[in-house]
């Protein structure tokens, strides 16, 4: 596959590196048999079929393995590995025990180091930052000055950009993104279409959060409706009671902006003032629709988890019978797992 060559050249590591050259045609990467490549310090770094171009640089005691390159000025050292069909590019590094392999990628000027991985179609790029125990997998972006650290994972199509910060044993699953100058830690385990971003710091002194649906987090307020669990019965006695004075004529908006639910009643408009408005305060209601009924609708805040759950069982904006969600919601709080946090089945 490939050669040692004559040429050598010592790094800024003050290492001695050696050029190879191809011995034959490598057509995944474009080369050409006779094409020189890039450096090694020793024929073990490159292995079954792997390639090192450009003038890239595998020393120590990393290995390139399999399908998988390192090219232009990529460095990978110490006893990292790169395989399957990986690819490390541009000036990105990979080093310490970290481990880059199926078809992720790690480019630009990030770093990959520790006992992090990268696997699955992942890409880390820009100046992004992954380092201990942290990983990247399926489909997950990690780049911008992104930094993950300790056992924090990112994986789905999840994204981690801006100079957002994780660490502890969170987890960035789904499509949920965390941007800009959050800093997500602890258990934290954020899902769904979940957006954490501003300046939020989410999971700090709390040992399991979970924030899903389409959660939208950029301040401490918002953090704090996650952070508590509100007795939802009040609700359920709130919607029992308007089943009532509808008959049943009464339906659930879910998947509203940052999981809020809406209420929609067919109902004349002097039932709605005589009854159902007031009975907001009647059961302790006020403080979760303070802005009472509007015509035929009320809306539902500061309830996160409900509507969450109703989000992930019954999808963004739908309209759901209301007795339907009356079922749902008394199934829900008789859960054994009430409030847990899932864990992804491979951490």
Known sequence: MYRVTGCKIINNHNIVLYRIQATKDIPKWGVTKGQRGGYIERADNLLNGGWVGG??????AARVLENAAVLDEAQVYGTARIYGKAKVYEKAKV???ARV??????YGNAEVYGNA???GNAEIYGNADISENAWVCGAAHVYENATMCGHAAAHNHAEVYGSAHLSGECSIVDVASVSENAIVQGDTYAYGEAKISGDAIVGEGHSLLRIGGNATIRTASDVEAYHSNPDIQPLIRYLQY???KTLGSFKLQVGLYNNMIRIVVDAPPQLIKELLAPAIRQFGMYYFIPGGWVGHTAVVGRMPHVGTHLYAEHG???MVEGR??????HAYVNRKDFYATPIPANR
Do not use: K, Q, W
């Not at 003038?55 to 120590?60: D, H, K, L, N, S």
């Not at 392999?101 to 790690?106: D, L, M, Q």
């Not at 339907?324 to 919601?329: E, K, P, V, Y």
């Open 117 to 119: 991985e990268a696997y």
């Open 101 to 106: 392999y199926e078809n992720a990628e790690v």
């Open 242 to 244: 308007v089943d009532e």
């Open 95 to 97: 080093f310490g025990e």
């Open 316 to 318: 963004a904006h739908n």
């Open 324 to 329: 339907r969600a009356l079922r749902n919601l």
């Open 55 to 60: 003038t890239a640089e595998v020393f120590g």
